[in-house]
């Protein structure tokens, strides 16, 4: 299986972006997905995860009511809308496929994982 993300970049406070995770090679089985991201000299967090079905979602406090993330299972690919962007969210994007046909917010929960795509916020 591989991933790639795409639709990061620089923009203003304010502003908004949409990600894109593609999934190409075996992905015939049911699982869900999830957004992580790392800023330099942090650690890895979670950002956002949904289920195989899309009916279930999770956020991280940080992004709850600004992101919104979904799916299109025919396109195998998987979104995250990133609204009222702030400069703390300015960090490499990653999307990844969860052992489970509901996700995890855990890192260690996920098998595959994108290349990541750089998001840049200015003030």
């Known amino acids: 299986v591989q991933l790639q993300a795409s639709g990061g970049g620089l923009v203003q406070a304010g502003g908004s972006l949409r990600l894109s995770c593609a999934a190409s090679g075996r992905t015939g089985s049911r699982y869900g997905m999830g957004w992580f991201r790392q800023a330099p000299g942090k650690e890895r967090e979670f950002v956002a995860g949904l289920s195989w079905s899309g009916a279930i979602t999770a956020y991280a406090d940080s992004v709850k009511g600004r992101f919104t993330i979904s799916r299109d299972n025919d396109k195998n690919t998987v979104y995250l809308q990133m609204n009222n962007l702030k400069p703390e969210d300015t960090a490499v994007y990653y999307c990844?496929?969860?052992?489970?046909?509901?996700?995890?917010?855990?890192?260690?929960?996920?098998?595959?994982w994108g290349q990541g795509t750089q998001v840049t916020v200015s003030s």
């Open positions: 990844a496929r969860s052992r489970t046909v509901v996700g995890s917010t855990r890192s260690n929960e996920y098998d595959y």
